[in-house]
């Protein structure tokens, strides 16, 4: 299936074949009839994308801050390397979707259902429930794509509060503020539309406003002053997209006292205190399609929010604008002015620069052809194989997979032969760089290819278990990204799977740190010690939100089991014994305080009488290093500065090892895994070793949760 997408590093914009979507639970399978693209949000995806690094910078300043500190603590060709990798992510474009289901993914939503989502341009799309809405009958597919840009006007609207009779100012007459100005006047409102451009201004008029046209010299504020009957308006939404803070400032001087400003669109916002103090102006920005948005309970997981306390969720703001549509009330055919087949998307896109451009409309002439739903699209011709190559399938392409792994995994001589992803647009990208020979959305696939005898798993963590174990039935080596497994269940059938499997494959986590450089130095210098040893290990992990998927148990696991598990492994590999006790203490309970398990201290024992602690804290700041390492043992120390300098204190005949850039093992760690296949030896790390490892991190992070 063909599906838009943006180089962010370029701003290249192309159509790709890439492979149907997997089906998900609580999501919609639509196969596309039409989209639209939204002019405003797009044009300036594009924009972004085209600009130069310095321009860039200038427009995401919080990020360059960000990147000098990576500069200060990692050093300079990993910083550059990561920040070329977050560019080069590919984007979908679009989020205004009109489609039949073909797939109701287990809910209430019936195959052949016409509906509208906030899916992207392409021939098929997966959308979460909640984000779909069905359209009436006498709606046509081309006005229903407008309803989601017409479901952001309307939460401006409905923020503004506007009451029967009152007066509103609309600040840029776009798609989203000549919806806007219709939904206002549908309201019972007088409404006062404002632009450079004549065309939109008498669009605007035609809906029944009166107009302000700035190219014409007019001034805004005294035609306000005019259309209020001189006591000021009673509120503005801005719709416009600009880096100035006039429309702010001029939307303040319009205003009553009392009066009332939403911004919808994209503006500067310096606000004089002046403008607002003496009126006791209020000043609302408004948050996309409605309460829901960016909830991932709500959104993804399928939660709707009870009616009786939010009665406009996005979703049912996606139903009141289909029924205004379908009532008369909203003329969204008068905003298209022009057509394109999906084939000749990039003229769509061309079109953007038309002033006289406004509703640009994408049509999917292949709509409901079996050919969309196909799993996977060939990258290149496949090639042959030798007896003993390792032929490897990866499951996943983030931003780890395909920086990190896929090329360290290359360069170790293994045959990358498919990428599997959940929308399959990252493996058709990452795919095509790194030379698969097949992007694919289906695992199973994978299982039944006998030319594949490698698995990388590299996707969320709570599929770890399961993939883990069908790889290992499907007589498959597996190098699965941290953790292993979320819980003690999932552990013991990772275990039972192997055990009873006739041909014992190689199972690897991967660990890398204990590849890195410094730490086989480490290693070697600690061998020769036969008395026990202490350990510190400090983990300045930085925050994430509490919201976020990694810190949600049955998602994540936690960042103790998704990430503290490198230095328990870190820990017992240098101990080089079997762990024999912990303990765990974590943050107490404190205002503001979300998360307490990702600021918690872990002490471990070792048979042969070594201790040691892991200080894993999320609470420290960016421009300290991320990781230090100390150990003492024989009247002297060695300390592990983020893995880029080890140092001696007092150790004889060892003072230093010094890198030119940080290395934390990566790419021995794949070297290791794929020449143990090649030659037909055992996993670098002992399968029980990788057990014990994974069995004490969940015991932590079951002790830290219950405290």
Not at 98 to 108: N, Q
Not at 532 to 546: E, H, L, Q, V
Not at 650 to 671: E, I, M, P, T, V
């Amino acid at each position: 299936m063909k599906q838009i997408l943006q180089n962010m590093a370029n701003g290249e914009t192309s159509v790709v074949d890439v492979p149907c979507p997997q089906v998900k639970k609580h999501n919609l399978l639509i196969s596309t009839s039409k989209t639209l693209v939204s002019a405003g949000t797009e044009r300036m995806l594009i924009d972004f994308g085209k600009a130069n690094f310095i321009d860039k910078a200038r427009q995401q300043p919080d990020k360059v801050k960000m990147v000098l500190n990576k500069v200060k603590t990692d050093g300079l060709m990993t910083t550059i390397d990561a920040v070329k990798s977050k560019l080069d992510q590919p984007l979908p474009l679009g989020y205004c979707n009109v489609g039949r289901v073909i797939d109701s993914g287990s809910t209430s939503f019936e195959i052949g259902t016409r509906v509208i989502s906030n899916g992207n341009h392409a021939e098929v799309v997966r959308v979460p429930k909640n984000l779909c809405a069905k359209i009436p009958d006498n709606v046509d597919d081309e006005s229903a794509s407008f309803t989601v840009l017409g479901s952001i006007g309307l939460q401006g609207v409905r923020l503004i509060q506007p009451t029967l009779g009152e007066c509103i100012v609309v600040t840029g007459l776009g798609l989203i503020g000549l919806i806007t100005v219709q939904l206002l006047r549908a309201n019972g409102c007088r409404v006062l539309g404002i632009d450079f451009d004549t065309a939109k201004c008498e669009l605007a008029e035609k809906f029944g406003a009166q107009t302000v046209d700035l190219s014409k010299g007019q001034d805004p504020v005294k035609a306000a002053e005019a259309f209020s009957r001189g006591r000021g308006v009673d509120g503005v939404i801005i719709t416009a997209s600009t880096k100035s803070s006039e429309p702010l400032s001029q939307a303040a001087a319009m205003c009553r006292q009392r009066g009332r400003i939403v911004l919808v669109g994209v503006i500067g916002q310096e606000i004089s205190r002046a403008d607002f103090f003496a009126k006791e102006l209020t000043f609302q920005v408004s948050c996309s399609y409605g309460p829901g948005r960016y909830d991932s309970n709500y959104e993804d997981k399928g939660n709707d929010y009870p009616i009786g306390f939010v009665r406009w969720t996005e979703q049912r703001n996606f139903e009141a604008v289909l029924d205004m549509m379908s009532s008369g009330a909203l003329d969204c055919k008068s905003l298209i002015t022009h057509r394109f087949s999906i084939e000749n998307a990039i003229e769509a896109y061309k079109a953007l620069d038309d002033k006289t451009s406004l509703g640009i409309v994408l049509d999917y002439p292949n709509a409901g052809s079996e050919n969309l739903v196909n799993r996977s699209v060939s990258l290149s011709s496949k090639e042959g194989h030798k007896p003993g190559d390792a032929v490897c399938a990866f499951l996943g392409a983030g931003n780890y997979a395909s920086r990190i792994l896929m090329p360290a995994f290359k360069a170790a001589g293994a045959k990358l032969d498919t990428v599997v992803t959940s929308s399959g647009v990252s493996a058709v990208h990452h795919g095509s760089k790194q030379g698969f020979i097949k992007a694919s959305t289906d695992f199973n696939e994978v299982l039944k290819d006998e030319t594949v005898n490698t698995v990388v798993i590299v996707t969320q963590h709570n599929l770890h278990a399961e993939q883990t174990i069908d790889s290992i039935k499907s007589g498959k080596h597996v190098f699965v990204e941290k953790p292993l497994a979320l819980n003690q269940l999932e552990l013991d059938e990772i275990v039972e799977a192997y055990n009873s499997a006739a041909l014992k494959p190689n199972i690897m986590v991967g660990y890398n740190r204990r590849f890195s450089p410094h730490i086989i130095k480490m290693k070697s210098l600690l061998d020769s010690v036969k008395v026990p040893k202490t350990f510190i290990m400090t983990m300045n992990a930085g925050d994430i939100p509490a919201d976020h998927w990694t810190q949600d148990p049955e998602v994540g696991g936690g960042r103790i089991i998704g990430e503290a598990c490198h230095y328990i492994d870190l820990m017992r590999y240098l101990a080089g014994c079997k762990i024999t006790g912990f303990s765990a203490m974590s943050m107490g309970d404190a205002p503001g305080v979300a998360v307490k398990e990702d600021k918690a201290s872990i002490t471990l024992s070792f048979e042969d009488g070594s201790i040691g602690t892991i200080h894993y804290f999320a609470n420290g700041g960016k421009a300290f290093p991320k990781e230090r390492i100390e150990v003492f043992a024989n009247d002297a120390v060695l300390h592990l500065d983020n893995f880029r300098e080890l140092t001696g204190f007092d150790w004889k005949g060892f003072s230093k090892l010094k890198s030119r850039s940080q290395d934390k093992g990566q790419d021995k760690c794949a070297a290791e895994f794929i020449a143990s296949i090649k030659n037909g030896t055992s996993s670098p790390i002992e399968f029980s070793e990788i057990v014990e490892v994974a069995e004490v991190s969940i015991k932590v992070a079951e002790t830290l949760r219950s405290r």
